[in-house]
T-cell receptor, first 116, second 112 residues
Framework: GAVVSQHPSRVICKSGTSVKIECRSL??????MFWYRQFPKKSLMLMAT?????????EQGVEKDKFLINHASLTLSTLTVTSAHPEDSSFYIC????????????FGPGTRLTVL | QQQVKQSPQSLIVQKGGIPIINCAYE??????FPWYQQFPGKGPALLIA???DVSEKKEGRFTISFNKSAKQFSLHIMDSQPGDSATYFC???????????WGAGTKLIIKP
């Protein structure tokens, strides 16, 4: 149980385009979802926290107009990287809680974004 | 005070050995301490987690030791195998807060 999926797993796009990444909790209702960014050989950096039906809470330094987060249902959250640039290239990972009544975060497999 | 300090940064152990990864924290309000395992190109996977009301928790070959007075916790991997080679992250959070404070990670290599 407590499986989180992400789609796509890899995406390559041209500079200036927008990319949408989906995060789904497959077998539980996620009360809270998180979006992280991870640079090579580094720890996870929290970008934002979202609860179903409400606006996401962004961490300091994360541009909310660039990284649009929508948590439309208890099983789906999306991250849209708008007007992507090469410096946005990174590994994006989502996680979700609510699967077992604890604080445990269950992570998706990640999405590798490359902006040319 | 929000930091979680993890060591070592990297670790090489022979197959069958017992790698030990350590984490230390300052914030006494932390009450949930998970360990995650991450393989290259994949998301982290929860290995084992502990709360401060116990000093040790074991799941299979993985054991967490927790020292509340020293504000330290560690991961031990028994009978380590090459398939355990991965990056391990410790983390901490406050009950109900959900936000994880991450250690810097330890790259573990188990040599055959």
């Amino acid at each position: 149980g407590a499986v989180v999926s992400q789609h796509p797993s890899r995406v390559i796009c041209k500079s200036g385009t927008s990319v949408k990444i989906e995060c789904r909790s497959l077998d539980f209702q996620a009360t809270t979802m998180f979006w992280y960014r991870q640079f090579p050989k580094k720890s996870l950096m929290l970008m934002a926290t979202s609860n179903e039906g409400s606006k996401a809470t962004y961490e300091q330094g994360v541009e909310k107009d660039k990284f649009l987060i929508n948590h439309a249902s208890l099983t789906l959250s999306t991250l849209t990287v708008t007007s992507a640039h090469p410096e946005d290239s990174s590994f994006y990972i989502c996680s979700a809680t609510g699967g077992d009544g604890t604080d445990t975060q269950y992570f998706g497999p990640g999405t590798r974004l490359t902006v040319l | 005070q929000q930091q979680v300090k993890q060591s070592p940064q990297s670790l090489i152990v022979q197959k069958g050995g017992i790698p030990i990864i350590n984490c230390a924290y300052e914030n006494t309000a932390f009450d949930y301490f998970p360990w995650y395992q991450q393989f290259p190109g994949k998301g982290p996977a929860l290995l084992i987690a502990i709360r401060p009301d116990v000093s040790e928790k074991k799941e299979g070959r993985f054991t967490i030791s927790f020292n509340k007075s020293a504000k330290q916790f560690s991961l031990h991997i028994m009978d380590s195998q090459p398939g355990d080679s991965a990056t391990y992250f410790c983390a901490a959070s406050i009950r109900g807060n959900y936000q994880l404070i991450w250690g810097a990670g330890t790259k573990l290599i188990i040599k055959p």
